[in-house]
């Protein structure tokens, strides 16, 4: 696995990236595959964040933790990545087999302050998926919402989680 390591206000010693490192060779044992992990740590007053980004073939693993100490956020951040990939790999097998088409972010680019009101700016490529796989999609990275190409009507959509628990869809005319 190729490791990438940013921060913000903080510089990371090489024992550090050795650490984040051997962590996330830990994850090697799911069989992901030859991929390229996004470590970004950043200060917030007196607690480190610690983010991880794993774009996969089908999916986006992403998780982040917050800790006064860099290591115990690093341990906590794969706690829940290791969670996240047990918790779905049946579910992600399954559609596997039954020939679901493939997810694939080309390009994420970040915009940031390029408006006065916009602080964060993303470009993707939207490719065919049906509900399910969306809101999977959804559940993976965090989100509150997913734009997505519905593979059944070829038309734009936005699945969206509810406050009471469930789930919308935002469709185009």
Do not use: C
């Not at 290791?82 to 994420?108: A, M, P, V, W």
């Amino acid at each position: 696995m190729e490791v990438l390591i940013r921060s913000n206000k903080i510089d990371i010693t090489e024992s550090m990236k050795e650490y984040v490192r051997e962590k996330l060779s830990k994850l090697d044992k799911y069989t992901l595959g030859p991929v390229k992990a996004t470590v970004f740590v950043k200060i917030r007053n007196y607690s480190q964040k610690v983010e991880v980004t794993i774009p996969l073939k089908t999916l986006i693993l992403r998780a982040e933790e917050e800790s006064e100490d860099f290591y115990s956020a690093v341990d906590l951040v794969i706690n829940k990545l290791e969670r996240q990939i047990r918790k779905n790999k049946t579910k992600l097998k399954k559609k596997e087999k039954s020939g679901i088409k493939e997810f694939n972010i080309d390009d994420i680019i970040d915009l940031s302050y390029e408006e006065k009101d916009v602080v964060k700016r993303k470009k993707i490529a939207i490719k065919p998926m049906n509900i399910e796989e969306a809101i999977l999609q959804m559940e993976l990275l965090g989100h509150n919402f997913f734009m997505y190409k519905d593979s059944d009507m070829e038309h734009i959509a936005v699945v969206y989680k509810r406050h009471d628990g469930g789930y919308g869809v935002i469709e185009e005319e």
